[in-house]
């Protein structure tokens, strides 16, 4: 009896001090300086850290095998977030050994090559309020080449605030938002000038500009969110297409298919969320790095790769600049990629695009694996879903020099709530580029979102 006690007690601590640290006093760092030196600098302090038993004076290492540096475990005031400093000519894994409470925690983190980098990251679990309050270890090894050198030049920590779940900026018409559990992919537009609503006739949801006037019933709702938010595979966001099962790979299965390897912003099949790396918020911009899931495996089968996404509103419309680097190392596969994949409410039903000078409809679009994958192909660029009238209210989607998109609704006609955003109906709409899944490559693109009538969104995006 006595033995179950103690061992009550003790897991009481164990998890007391671990999981979360969110009860600490809240004395956030809003500077994030890196401090560098000659050698090796720890939150300041000049620092000789040891590989192999022996002491690494210049801070320069050679890898030809995984090294791991003893730092001798150095405590630190509580923090969430570490910035490191450093050179090196390939690209790099690492991993962080450190304390949490009473638990020792080691993470893994990638680097690129760079003559002056600066990476910087979340640790695991912040969300939830976990902190650490030392340092044990950092350990390299060279990914893409036999042999690399690094330099390391210093180590901070800070203890930053968490932002809220959903962080928004609001200008020129818009507010939109991302959503932190969901690798901060798009989860959130409005148009606050358009007066858009959301009414229901005769069981069904419609939105529209002025729905309330068009339709002669009174609106439910005037804060329209018109990305879909189901779920993690939804929302606008970065997912890329690479390997099937190899010697180095193995993928899940998803609606009865085999499934490649898919890094997804959002998260995984399963509602997992994808690991936030870091945010950086003004009042004119958002920006989001994080590790995203692999859409048909466990949270457990993290991706080695990195997307980062940078949120602005400008000349009338949603701008986003995308980039991804993939650090896995499996073999290249040529294939179609969504760039971005986009979810919009299913009210907004109708599909238009603009080719040969005129502007083309498609009013009844199905769920697109039963429709054969349809594809449209619009040289201005860009595609939207609007309403079912020829002067309805809709979304649309823009990517400089591409004109091949993937189109359909799921469900529709179905069941629609109050917040058709967060319903099983989507529209969706995949901007297409064929690329081969290439790691060690850092890939960039931009993509803009614009609301209006089918006019309107064209004439936005034929002004960019």
Not at 203 to 226: H, I, M, P, Q, T
Not at 389 to 405: K, Q, R, T
Request: proline share 5%; charged share 25%; net charge negative.
């Amino acid at each position: 009896m006595f033995s179950k006690i103690i061992a009550l007690v003790l897991s009481f601590f164990i998890g007391f001090f671990s999981y979360p640290m969110s009860f600490l006093p809240s004395n956030y760092d809003t500077s994030f300086h890196v401090n560098t030196g000659s050698f090796f600098m720890l939150n300041g302090d000049y620092l000789e850290p040891v590989v192999d038993g022996e002491v690494l004076e210049d801070s320069t290492i050679v890898l030809d095998k995984k090294v791991t540096v003893d730092l001798d475990y150095q405590k630190a005031d509580w923090f969430n977030y570490f910035t490191l400093s450093y050179e090196t000519d390939a690209y790099v894994k690492g991993v962080i050994t450190y304390k949490a409470g009473v638990v020792d925690k080691s993470e893994e983190f990638f680097l690129e090559p760079s003559e002056n980098g600066n990476f910087s990251s979340f640790i695991d679990n912040c969300l939830n309020g976990t902190k650490a309050n030392g340092v044990y270890s950092l350990s390299f090894e060279p990914l893409n080449v036999p042999s690399a050198t690094i330099k390391l030049r210093g180590l901070d920590t800070f203890n930053r605030e968490i932002p809220d779940r959903e962080v928004y900026i609001e200008k020129d018409g818009y507010k939109i938002g991302v959503d932190m559990l969901w690798g901060g992919a798009l989860s959130y537009l409005e148009d606050t000038n358009s007066n858009v609503e959301a009414v229901k006739v005769d069981g069904r949801v419609y939105v529209d500009s002025n729905a309330s006037e068009r339709y002669g019933k009174k609106a439910f709702s005037k804060n329209v969110n018109l990305i879909n938010r189901y779920d993690p595979g939804r929302l606008v966001q970065q997912s890329y297409y690479g390997t099937g099962d190899c010697e180095q790979y193995t993928g899940g299965v998803f609606m009865d298919n085999k499934w490649n390897y898919n890094p997804v912003q959002g998260g995984n099949q399963f509602g997992d969320s994808s690991k936030i790396v870091d945010v950086r918020c003004t009042e004119k911009s958002i920006y989001i790095k994080c590790r995203p899931l692999d859409w048909s495996l466990p949270k457990e089968n993290i991706t080695p790769s990195y997307m980062e996404a940078t949120y602005t509103i400008e000349n009338g419309a949603v701008h986003v600049e995308c980039r991804y680097v993939d650090f896995s190392g499996y073999p290249v596969v040529s294939t179609s990629q969504e760039i971005p994949a986009f979810y919009c409410i299913e009210p907004l039903n109708r599909f238009v695009y603009a080719n040969g000078g005129e502007i083309k409809s498609e009013p009844d679009l199905i769920f697109w694996p039963d429709a054969g994958y349809p594809k449209f192909f619009s040289d201005e660029n860009w595609s939207a879903f609007v309403g079912q009238e020829e002067d309805s209210f809709g979304i649309g989607v823009y990517v400089e020099g591409e004109e091949e998109f993937l189109s359909g609704v799921f469900g529709r006609g179905g069941d629609l709530s109050k917040d058709p955003s967060k319903d099983g109906p989507t529209s969706y709409i995949a901007v297409i580029k064929w690329r081969d899944s290439t790691s060690y490559d850092p890939y960039t693109y931009d993509y803009y979102l614009a609301t209006g009538n089918t006019n309107e969104i064209r004439a936005t995006f034929n002004a960019l």
